[in-house]
C-alpha cells in the first residue's frame, strides 16, 4: 500500500503567480485536506474535499482553491501569490474509521514565494 | 487567539528519561485529539488519537485528556534519540478530522 505523496518536492515561484499543487491520496482514502505549514508554526487548515465535493473551509481567501478528481487525487491552486503564503504545503489523505476520518499527510510541498 | 496553545520549547532530556509535552485547548466543542510527531521536513505522522476524556497508551506512548480543564498531554516513557522530533497536538470539533494544531513542541533526546 502506497502512502500519500505530493509534488513538487519544493518550488520558487514570484509574488503575483499562480502554482498548483499535487496530491496522491493513500489507496482507498476518499477524503483529502490541505493544510499550510508556515516555518515554527502547526500546520493550518486550508480546506477538506469528500468525494470530489469541498467538505469545509479555514480561513483562508478564495485565491485558495482545489479540486479532488475520481480517482480521489487532489489539487490546490494558488493565484496572485503573497510573499506570506511561502510555507509548507501538506496534504492528508483519510478513510473513515468507524469512529473518525484519521488523517495521514504526505511529505509536503514546499513553496518560496520571491 | 489560537484554539490550540502548545509551549514552543525545544525540550532537552537525557535517553532514558519521561518526556511530558502538553497542549490547553479553548474550544469546548473539540471531541477528537490526536498527538503527531514530525521530522524536520517531513510531514507529520500520526502517533496516538484519543475521542472525548481519558487515557489511552500504546507502547511507550501515552496520551491524556481532560476535557473539564481543557488540557492534551503526552507521555514518552524510556525516551530514546529517534524521538527527537517536533511534537504537535491537534484537535477537531468532528469526526471529519479538520484539525486545529498547536504549534509543536521540539523534543531533542541526548544520548
Known amino acids: 500500500e502506497t502512502g500519500v505523496t505530493q509534488s513538487p518536492t519544493h518550488l520558487i515561484k514570484t509574488r503575483g503567480q499562480q502554482v498548483t499543487l499535487r496530491c496522491s491520496s493513500q489507496s482507498g482514502h476518499n477524503t483529502v485536506s490541505w493544510y499550510q505549514q508556515a516555518l515554527g508554526q502547526g500546520p493550518q487548515f486550508i480546506f477538506q474535499y469528500y468525494r470530489e465535493e469541498e467538505n469545509g473551509r479555514g480561513n483562508f481567501p478564495p485565491r485558495f482553491s482545489g479540486l479532488q478528481f475520481p480517482n480521489y487525487s487532489s489539487e490546490l491552486n494558488v493565484n496572485a501569490l503573497e510573499l506570506d503564503d511561502s510555507a509548507l504545503y501538506l496534504c492528508?489523505?483519510?478513510?473513515?474509521?468507524?469512529?473518525?476520518?484519521?488523517?495521514?499527510f504526505g511529505p509536503g510541498t514546499r513553496l518560496t514565494v520571491t | 487567539q489560537k484554539e490550540v496553545e502548545q509551549d514552543p520549547g525545544p525540550l532537552s532530556v537525557p535517553e532514558g528519561a519521561i518526556v511530558s509535552l502538553n497542549c490547553t485547548y479553548s474550544?469546548?466543542?473539540?471531541?477528537?485529539f490526536m498527538w503527531y510527531r514530525q521530522y524536520s521536513r517531513k510531514g507529520p505522522e500520526l502517533l496516538m488519537y484519543?475521542?472525548?476524556?481519558g487515557n489511552k497508551e500504546d507502547g511507550r506512548f501515552t496520551a491524556q485528556v481532560d476535557k473539564s480543564s481543557k488540557y492534551i498531554s503526552l507521555f514518552i516513557r524510556d525516551s530514546q534519540p529517534s524521538d527527537s522530533a517536533t511534537y504537535l497536538c491537534?484537535?477537531?470539533?468532528?469526526?471529519?478530522?479538520?484539525?486545529?494544531f498547536g504549534a509543536g513542541t521540539q523534543v531533542v533526546v541526548t544520548p
Open positions: 491537534a484537535s477537531t470539533t468532528d469526526s471529519w478530522g479538520k484539525l486545529q
Open positions: 474550544n469546548s466543542a473539540f471531541q477528537y
Open positions: 484519543t475521542y472525548s476524556s
Open positions: 492528508a489523505s483519510s478513510l473513515f474509521t468507524g469512529i473518525n476520518y484519521e488523517q495521514y
